[in-house]
Structure formats: structure tokens, C-alpha cells
């Protein structure tokens, strides 16, 4: 929904869970957690956003193994399907073992609004981020764009066919 939720462990099923279309899924505070193995299929211009202006204390715990990844793809596999994950938290967003495709749709978030990227990780708040392992494909912009005042660690990753550079700082 366009409404924040508070906390949230999305657990492995046989099936794929969607987001809507236009949808977004906001973290005001506590987590979203996404256990091994589990499939998220966004809508097109649906989006996944770590960040509230009064209290930012949101986070993404995102972890995955190398035998269960975690995947989120778009409902079409066409470069650009859904916006893509931002994040505007000062905590530790961990992203280990996630497969994301078709990201890049549009710009992400309105404090940072220049940047279409599958992975936002913005300057505001000094946002911090651990991405791993992950492979990002199909953005229609970055894979990753990254404040310069952001915490970002980043390692083992890979990037195939994003329309604009693998990664990105502004």
C-alpha cells in the first residue's frame, strides 16, 4: 500500500508474492525482512522504500545464500519494469544474495529525485547499506547510485545489461 508498515518478515512460499502495480512498500520503522529462497515480482513503477523524514528507522535485512537466493524481478521481464529499493536509513540495510532484474523504471525517491537506479542508496541521513553477492540486471538506469555521504560496502556483486553504469555517485 502507499502507507507505512511497521515491520514485516516475508516468509519462503511455493509461489511468488506481487506487488502491485504503482504500489509502494514503505518502512516507517522496525524491518523488512526477507528470509533465503523467497520471490518478490514488483508491478510495473511499484517500488521497496527505507525511509521516513521524522524518525528513519526502517531497515532491509535482505539475506539470502548462494543456494537460496532471494529474487525480486519485475511482472514483465523488460528492462525498466518497477522502480526499484531505496534507501534512506542510517541502519544496517543488508542486501546478501538477492537477484535483482528489471528495476530502473523511474526515479525512486523524491529526496533524491534525479536518479533512476535499481538500488538507491541515498546521501540523506548518511544512509548505510552492505550489499553482497547480489546481481542486478535489466535496471533502466544504475545498478546501484550512492550518495557521497552515504556508508556503502559493497563486494561480489554483479551487473549485466543496466542501461546506464553498474554504479554511480552523486
Not at 511468488?16 to 504500489?23: D, F, G, L, V
Not at 537477484?99 to 534525479?114: E, F, K, L, Q
Not at 556508508?151 to 546506464?164: E, K, R, Y
Request: glycine content about 10%; hydrophobic content about 35%; some cysteine.
Amino acid at each position: 500500500t502507499d502507507g507505512y508498515i511497521e515491520s514485516i518478515n516475508v516468509r519462503k512460499i511455493d509461489i511468488p508474492y506481487r506487488i502491485a502495480a504503482n504500489q509502494k512498500l514503505k518502512m516507517k520503522t522496525g524491518d523488512l525482512t526477507i528470509e533465503p529462497g523467497v520471490m518478490l515480482e514488483m508491478g510495473t513503477n511499484s517500488e521497496i522504500t527505507m525511509y521516513d523524514i521524522t524518525t528513519s528507522t526502517g531497515r532491509i535485512l535482505a539475506n539470502g545464500t548462494a543456494s537460496e537466493p532471494i529474487i525480486m524481478r519485475g511482472v514483465e521481464d523488460i528492462v525498466g519494469c518497477w522502480k526499484g529499493i531505496s534507501i534512506g536509513t542510517n541502519l544496517n540495510n543488508q542486501l546478501t544474495y538477492v537477484n535483482i532484474s528489471n528495476a530502473g523504471s523511474a526515479a525512486i525517491a523524491t529526496y533524491d529525485p534525479d536518479y533512476i537506479t535499481a538500488i538507491l542508496v541515498s546521501k540523506s541521513r548518511s544512509a548505510r547499506a552492505t550489499i553482497t553477492n547480489c546481481s542486478i540486471s535489466k535496471s533502466g538506469g544504475y545498478g546501484i547510485c550512492y550518495g557521497t555521504t552515504a556508508n556503502l560496502t559493497q563486494s561480489s556483486n554483479t551487473f549485466t545489461g543496466n542501461s546506464l553504469s553498474d554504479t554511480y555517485t552523486f
